[in-house]
């Protein structure tokens, strides 16, 4: 059975569209954008996601010579299926014109990210995204709970700093 919400056992209700924290292996979290949520036959739940990066994850080479936003993190190619278990919390990834003009209301600052390129694994490059690329977009049935969204009165500045600025 597929799901457009569902209560998951960590973070509360999540949707998909919605980006969340993941559990690794490795014991770090990841942040995903859950795609689909399903349940099976005896009652395991599933979700799949789109992996995003953030530039500590990324080669230092590929970041280098390159300048980036603050909590700037990297739509990643890689794809991947895991237990709703798995979800510790709930963040927000924004696309650079959505991020500077609007907040989703229950997601603390510290939780928001920006979006505006793609790492592509195979080739290790970061590539800009340019439509039809990049941050899924969903629509839900009206039975699903909408997000409380804050609109900025006027559009936020913010401003690209080198790779070392960000991590040292």
Known sequence: ???????????GVVKTGDFVYVATESGKQAIAQINSIWETKDGKSFFFFFLL????ELLASVLANRLQYRQEVFLSTVQETTPT???????????????VTRRATEIPEADVYLCESIYDEFNKIIKKMEPPIGL?????????TLDEIFYFRRPI?????S???VFF
Do not use: A
Request: net charge negative.
């Open 1 to 11: 059975t597929y799901f457009e919400q569902f209560n998951s056992v960590c973070s």
């Open 53 to 56: 990066l953030t530039p500590s």
């Open 85 to 99: 278990i798995g979800i510790i919390g709930k963040c927000c990834v924004l696309e650079v014109d959505e991020y």
């Open 136 to 144: 899924k977009k969903f629509t839900h049935s009206q039975d699903v």
């Open 157 to 161: 500045s913010i401003q690209k700093v």
């Open 163 to 165: 790779f070392l600025l």
